[in-house]
Nanobody, 124 residues
Framework: QSQLVESGGGLVQPGGSLKLSCEAS????????VTWFRQAPGKEREGVWC????????YYAESTKDRFTISRDNAKNTVYLQMNSLKPEDTGIYYC?????????????????WGQGTQVTVSS
């Protein structure tokens, strides 16, 4: 069964850091671009960062461009999102999604597989 599983979320104080993981099973993740999305309570889902199979990256959420970093470890079939200087407005459920292609397709996709999400809460 092909699936994506996110982990690494939790409760952190403002200014803190978290590193999210998106691990694939049942398929080879390094054949796909991968995007991290997030959805805050009462808001629409938004794209955050994307990484291509060549490890070129692009951000979709302007507020994260100097604080978040996306990376991938093909040997572990995993994509990461390092989040630093976290703010309360970063709170939400974070999802990863594998694109149909090798380049970042933008938040609109298309995306073939989605994880179930991991909760990130930034609060004092």
């Amino acid at each position: 069964q092909s699936q994506l599983v996110e982990s690494g979320g939790g409760l952190v104080q403002p200014g803190g850091s978290l590193k999210l993981s998106c691990e694939a099973s049942g398929f080879t993740l390094h054949n796909s671009a991968v995007t991290w999305f997030r959805q805050a309570p009462g808001k629409e889902r938004e794209g955050v960062w994307c990484i291509s199979i060549y490890s070129t990256t692009e951000y979709y959420a302007e507020s994260t461009k100097d604080r978040f970093t996306i990376s991938r470890d093909n040997a572990k079939n995993t994509v990461y999102l390092q989040m630093n200087s976290l703010k309360p407005e970063d709170t939400g459920i974070y999802y990863c999604a594998a694109a149909r292609g090798i380049y970042c397709p933008g938040p609109e996709g298309p995306y073939e597989r989605w994880g179930q999400g991991t909760q990130v809460t930034v609060s004092s």
